[in-house]
């Protein structure tokens, strides 16, 4: 399953981009976006801590994904 | 409609904010307007630039104001949250609550920055001299 | 100075408070707006009038405001009250406080208002379709 | 001793004034002012409270009184 990645903040740096195409081999949760990425992408395992949102809300590891969800990577905030 | 949370890409307007949340009935105003500092941990900020996930930010900012409104008796509620680039001085956040009275304004307010600094896809980056950085991403 | 405590016969300029706190140094704001309520304890009031004892009022206002500068690292304060008539919806006082972190902004400006109530010598009497009212004059 | 009384909020209305002359008899304490006042305006024991204030501060029952003193009756505030 081939997934579009929103990127933010520091993760854009990361990425090189403010999105990136991602082929998720094995299951299709949250956990393994987060492990495909980390592989790709070291740097994200530097952060503070990172979260991932699926349509806008904050998603938990075991939260299936599909084709369609708008996907984001979320690095630590820092509003206000 | 006793909400209203806004990104803008250009100056805030803090007067106008607080004119939005007065009303005839509310007798305590709390207001808290966060500003870029020149400096941070002794050394000097040129700007700041501030980036927004803006569907999410808008949709977490929605949550935090409903549970404003289920925990405190207050009136009215008003975030606006500034992106792009900050010069030093320039207003990045105004909150305003109204209520009947003071001690729900001002719990409310509190509330209000102090999730937002937690929850809401807002990031911050410092500019320096010498080179910029994300706030809060590395521990 | 870091301390502005004024008393005002005309509208007060919420604005300019916050223009006067404001400061590079400074990252967080509160400001604590009190405005005239249209009723009290379900009566409609018509009309509010303050009066002051002024030179004792600024006295104690400045006795809060070394309070709050010995106790937190705020940076500016300011409080302004209205004497005279005032119509529903005017503003009876401004407090606003600049700090460099929010927390301390928040809690003096929580504390000069507490205070000002229980010691600051103004006195509101509120004006009703039948009558008058000198607040808390009474058990 | 004769002194001069300023009197705000609901005092005016009860001393029918913004200001006072007494005739202090006996000491020249602030609790003899407030029982002479007391007893000449039996409306001031029906506030919940007052307080005295010499020389713009707030001044306890035994501070003593001069007659240049700026003295003040400072019923229950309700500022802000």
Known sequence: MKVNV??????????????????LTGDDTTANLKSTLETAY????????YMVAVNNEYANDTLPLSERDEIAIIPPVSGG | MNTQIELHTEA????ACIDWVM???????????GTVRNATQGKTVQRLEFEAYEPMAISELNKITQQVFAQWPVQKVLVHHRTGVLQIGEVAVV??????HRA?????CRYIIDTLKQTVPIWKKEVFDDGEVWVAAHP
Chains 1, 4 share one sequence.
Do not use: C, M
């Not at chain 1, 070291?42 to 952060?47: D, F, H």
């Not at chain 2, 909150?95 to 009947?100: G, K, T």
């Not at chain 2, 729900?104 to 409310?108: D, L, Q, R």
């Open chain 2, 23 to 33: 009303s005839p009935e509310s007798g305590g105003i709390d207001v808290f307007i």
């Open chain 1, 6 to 23: 929103l990127a933010f903040g520091i993760a854009k740096d990361i990425f090189g981009g403010s999105s990136i195409a991602v082929e």
């Open chain 2, 12 to 15: 805030l307007n803090v007067q």
């Open chain 1, 42 to 49: 070291p740097r994200l395992k530097q952060l503070a801590s």
């Open chain 2, 104 to 108: 729900a304004a001002f719990e409310a």
């Open chain 2, 95 to 100: 909150i305003a609550v109204s209520a009947a």
